[in-house]
């Protein structure tokens, strides 16, 4: 670490010990960096992640895997309506606006695994909409904002707002959850059997 990277004083972790500091980045901002960065503490669009964030959601939503096997989810499809075209199940909380786009931070689940999916998940417990999404992309992340403040970095007040790629406020939080938006998506009925099928 040189003088001209950085910017504020280092902020003490839990134990004590500095944590947090502002370095420039390639493009040349300044961004919140830990004292000691390790590969894998940002991701590919340079956002800075909890050390403690929990793999188990932002692996499976990175690489589309199902949020119960891990395993890669395999294209679904309509065979009452095939003018949707094969897309990813994705399973929402019941009182979301599914009349536009979807920003979730819960990854998709493979067809079989749909129903444990939403009879076990904390977050689908009142209820759940299920998607046949054709089109997505990651938006950004959710977790940890942080400010200048008085030539130090310290903590903002939390909250659940999604935070955008490539912006400001990107730089200066850390992550703690993937969001996925879903742009392309109708509403599917996962009792009906006969309706939803694996694309071959």
Same mark, same amino acid.
């Given at each position: 670490?040189?003088?001209?990277?950085?910017?504020?004083?280092?902020?003490a972790?839990?134990?004590?010990?500095? $944590?947090?500091?502002?370095?420039?980045?390639?493009?040349?901002?300044?961004?919140?960096?830990?004292?000691?960065?390790?590969?894998? %503490?940002?991701?590919?669009?340079?956002?800075?992640?909890?050390?403690?964030?929990? %793999?188990?959601?932002?692996?499976?939503m990175?690489?589309?895997?199902? @949020?119960?096997?891990?395993?890669?989810?395999?294209?679904?499809?309509?065979?009452?309506?095939?003018? $949707?075209?094969?897309?990813?199940?994705? $399973?929402?909380p019941?009182?979301?606006d599914?009349? &536009?786009?979807?920003?979730?931070?819960?990854?998709?689940?493979?067809?079989?695994? @749909?129903?444990?999916?939403?009879?076990?998940? @904390?977050?689908?417990?009142?209820?759940?909409?299920?998607?046949?999404?054709?089109?997505?992309?990651?938006?950004?992340?959710?977790?940890?904002?942080?400010?200048?403040?008085?030539?130090?970095?310290? &903590?903002?007040?939390?909250?659940?707002?999604?935070?955008?790629?490539?912006?400001?406020?990107?730089?200066?939080?850390?992550? &703690?959850?993937?969001?996925?938006?879903?742009?392309e998506?109708?509403?599917?009925?996962?009792?009906?059997?006969?309706?939803?099928?694996?694309?071959?």
């Amino acid at each position: 670490m040189t003088t001209a990277d950085l910017l504020l004083a280092p902020t003490a972790g839990a134990h004590g010990g500095p $944590l947090l500091c502002v370095r420039r980045g390639p493009a040349g901002h300044f961004r919140l960096s830990y004292v000691t960065e390790h590969p894998g %503490d940002r991701d590919l669009r340079d956002v800075l992640w909890d050390r403690t964030a929990p %793999d188990g959601q932002r692996q499976p939503m990175l690489y589309l895997n199902c @949020a119960l096997c891990e395993m890669p989810v395999r294209p679904v499809r309509s065979t009452r309506r095939p003018r $949707l075209g094969t897309g990813t199940l994705f $399973l929402v909380p019941d009182g979301v606006d599914t009349s &536009q786009l979807v920003r979730t931070v819960l990854p998709p689940v493979c067809l079989a695994h @749909a129903p444990v999916a939403a009879r076990e998940s @904390a977050a689908l417990q009142h209820g759940y909409t299920a998607l046949l999404v054709t089109r997505h992309r990651l938006h950004g992340v959710i977790g940890t904002p942080y400010r200048w403040a008085g030539h130090r970095v310290q &903590q903002d007040q939390v909250n659940d707002v999604p935070v955008p790629y490539g912006t400001y406020e990107a730089r200066w939080t850390i992550a &703690q959850l993937l969001v996925r938006e879903l742009t392309e998506h109708t509403t599917v009925d996962l009792n009906d059997r006969a309706d939803l099928t694996e694309a071959r």
